[in-house]
């Protein structure tokens, strides 16, 4: 009997880490089996946020993802672990990280088998991080890419660093995303990797000619030495140098990929099909035709983006900054106000209470415009509360026209008109907030005028494993 083919797929997302076991389903080349799978809450926004930054700072601790990660990891069953032949990681786009080379992590004795365990590192500069103002970012030179630049994005980030904080740029000599950092650790790469979906997720990318606007970025007096090597989409990064968990020393890990790319792959069957990714964010994706290639031109006005895929393709992706963050701040200032109240009340309690009481209330007249932390084509745009009568101020009725204002503002920026000009016949949903809110998925259901089925929560990670089950099992490396 053959060998088993075990895949161990890691998505790295804002708010939890995920992991799953996958092989192929018997007979059947294109189905597979998710074996086992878990998730941990990362709880990874930093304490204390770089001064300079100011309150516009969004930053995670990378102890605490990688701690997570640990506790995924150490959750899963030990013999299956052990039979893994390939490792495939997704992760948080945009976002920016730094290293030393050779100093990121340290390898301890963790039970059984070897972690690591972050050293050198700097805080993850998330995608949510506000610190570029409308002002600073139109200071900057304009990309040679048909792709804007935003707050949040890597290289935007690095130029602010760059002007603000300079000397913060000379304690390392590495930079990635975060999930980049975990496969640089698990490899032992001597200089970061990154592959093209997640270098465009940063500004300052050519996908057609797949490099960096190196003298654009050289002659504004970024630091280009620390930008990543780039790696096609579904290829090899390395080996594993050491054991991990029960995963043996040598199993192949494929470069990493971005969380959006790793969901769709995992839910998308027909060309047909749009993925609609409801975590913290939310992003609706429908693949464009073989040949497509987008304007080179970037407009920051546009709603809706295209995102290198694989195999030189690109996805249609309207990428909402509003999605289970607006109910997790919604969530916060209800149980703040209850502390202002005297009241001490979880918050998992209030979310439980709030999604049953809009699930009662089947409709409402109070309309919600959610964008708490504007859209990257609208980035001055805050949320908004209208059509307020005494008869539409119950938990139920506010909490279902907050969750029915998240579906409307993404059709704002994707009419759902046009995915039926683009030849889209099915809609299928995932993400952790989607997965877990039913009141959501009856908006979603109400919205689309199309047939939808819903994924799972850990659909990044799945796609991550079914990347390097399907692209790099039976390749050689390089």
Known sequence: MAARSVILGIDLGTTSVKAALVESAPGDPSGFLVLASCARAARAEAAAQSAAAGPQGREQDVSRIIQALNECLAALPQQLLQEVCGIGVSGQMHGVMFWKTGQGCEWTEGGASP????????????????????????????????????????????????????????????????????????????????????????????????????????????????????????????????AWFGVPKGTRVGVALGDLQASVYSCMAQRTDAVLNISTSVQLATSMPPGFQPAQTPDPTAPVTYFPYFDRTYLAVAASLNGGNVLAAFVHMLVQWMADLGLEVEEPTVYSCMIQAAAQQRDTCLTITPTVWGERHLPDQLASVTRISS????????????????????????????????????????????????????????????????????????????????????????
């Open 115 to 242: 972690l690591f365990e972050p050293r050198a590192v700097s805080h993850l500069v998330t995608w949510q991080d506000g610190r570029c103002s409308s002002e600073f970012l139109a200071s900057l030179p304009r990309p040679e890419s048909h792709l804007s630049v935003a707050s949040g994005f890597g290289c935007a980030t690095i130029f602010w660093l760059s002007k603000n904080s300079p000397e913060f740029l000379k304690s390392y000599d590495a930079v990635g995303t975060i999930h980049d950092y975990v496969v640089a650790m698990l490899c032992g790469l001597p200089r970061s990797l990154m592959c093209d979906q997640n270098a465009a997720s940063w500004g300052y990318f050519n996908t057609q000619s797949q490099s960096w606007n190196l003298e654009i970025l050289r002659t504004s007096g970024f630091p280009i030495h620390l930008l990543p090597d780039i790696a096609e989409a579904g290829s090899l990064a390395g080996r594993t140098s050491r």
């Open 391 to 478: 008869s539409d101020l119950s938990l139920g009725h506010v909490t279902r026209a907050l969750c029915r204002g998240i579906v409307q503002n993404l059709h704002s920026m994707l009419p759902f008109q046009q995915l039926k000009e683009w030849g889209v016949e099915r809609v299928i949903g995932s993400g952790s907030a989607l997965s877990r809110n039913e009141v959501l998925k009856q908006e979603v259901q109400r919205a689309f005028p199309f047939p939808v089925c819903f994924g799972q929560d850990v659909d990044a990670a799945v796609g991550a494993a079914l990347v390097m089950l399907r692209r790099n099992l039976n390749q050689k490396e390089s």
